[in-house]
């Protein structure tokens, strides 16, 4: 383990995919809905979703099924699929919590920055019981441009009071690591579908297989 190019003055956490075991959850209810449209999608296209939201999602089934896609038709099966994965519960990623409370000790100031709604982030972080760990929680409604744009996590260090490059950025997907690094911050990628690329091994601080791995990354620097 190395230290990290320059002091750690605060953390920001995405969500689905890094926090919660959501985009597992998202992607069998997409290829669900497609399966019963009588269409399929192979693992790399549903990889290709992982970070995205609202129109970026669009365009990219857009790309693979034809600009006539029946999105009309396509949400009358995902919602349902969607709803029956997620009515037990998306549980916390392995270490998750344990990141976070090690962090909150360290008394760093901490933020969340995903493409997700506010009410829905907010009834999961709620439902977790990790809520109260943040200070600050930027979501879709408060940028014009979501991930692979660093727009969150621009947003995020400004409402922390803190320059950007000198937070630690926490991801899980290519296209979030891409915003956390155009964003300039540090960044740390702990892959939940997709492996990262080499460009990522080279530019992120570290490559982790799990959050309960992010506490050595402190103790190094």
Known sequence: MIPTPRPIAAVVFDMDGTLIDSERVYRAALAAALAAMGLTADQAFLYGLAGLA?????????????????????RRHYVPARDALVA???PLKPG???ALHFVAG???PLALATSSQRDIALAHLRRLEVLAHFDVLVTREDVTRLKPFPDLFLAAAGRLGVAAADCLAVEDSHTGVRAALAAGMMTVMVPDLAPPT???RARCV???ASLRDL???FRAG
């Open 206 to 208: 570290a490559i982790h």
């Open 54 to 74: 609202g129109p970026a999602v669009n365009a990219h089934i857009r790309a693979r099924f034809g600009e006539d896609f029946p999105f009309e038709a396509f």
């Open 88 to 90: 037990g519960g998306i």
């Open 106 to 108: 360290l008394g760093l």
């Open 198 to 200: 080499e460009d990522m």
């Open 215 to 217: 506490p050595g990354l």
């Open 96 to 98: 998750a919590a344990e």
